[in-house]
């Protein structure tokens, strides 16, 4: 968590526009991202992301100092996407979860010189693809977003320990298909061919 992101989230907080301002330029992707992975209606998270805003604006004074931005926000847009996607009668079965983490690899984007690299990266789009979806969104949060256990662990409202569980699993179940490849190569590869 950067520095500056808790000064700004300060600011915000005693009533600087300026900050508040800052605050959407900052993570407005960053959600529209995360909301797509859940909605396919674009006006729908748009919408959850403006009333995410007004609502902090309109509670700032009564929202806590000591958050670490970037979480704070996911987790509250995701909450707030969950329940409007439910009111709306997105979710038929009652107490799912929506989800769609399917990764695109940015491949295409890359010069990748060896083609076997170029393989081996379609091979993990495809076993990325084929995980649970809680283990997708923990990859997603992880690799995408760039955050850490806790932080992951405060959005997706579980324990750090089933973050760090999710996460592990994810990769067994990689390893397993990717014989010859070590975790931290796999984590590599993620990291350079999952951002566009």
């Known amino acids: 968590m950067a520095h500056t992101d808790i000064n700004i ?44 805003f007004i609502g902090l604006w309109t509670r700032r004074h009564n929202l806590s100092q000591d958050v670490n931005p970037k979480a704070y926000l996911i987790a509250s847009f995701r909450r707030s996407l969950h329940r409007k996607i439910q009111s709306e009668k997105k979710i038929l079965q009652a107490g799912e979860v929506p989800g769609n983490f399917d990764f695109e690899l940015s491949i295409e984007e890359r010069i990748i010189y060896n083609e076997n690299d170029k393989l081996l990266a379609y091979k993990l789009k495809e076993l990325i693809e084929a995980l649970p979806e809680r283990q997708k969104e923990v990859i997603y949060l992880k690799f995408f977003v760039g955050l850490n256990r806790d932080e992951i662990a405060e959005i997706m409202g579980n324990k750090p320990q089933t973050v760090s ?18 975790v931290v190569k796999i984590a590599l590869m993620i990291t350079a061919f999952c951002f566009k």
């Open 9 to 52: 989230w300060q600011s915000f907080l005693s009533g600087d526009k300026f900050s508040f301002e800052e605050l959407m330029k900052t993570y407005y992707e960053v959600l529209f991202n995360y909301g797509s992975k859940y909605a396919g209606d674009k006006e729908l998270i748009k919408d959850c992301i403006q009333e995410l």
């Open 165 to 182: 569980n999710l996460l592990q699993i994810a990769f067994k179940t990689l390893r397993i298909e990717l014989k010859d490849m070590s």
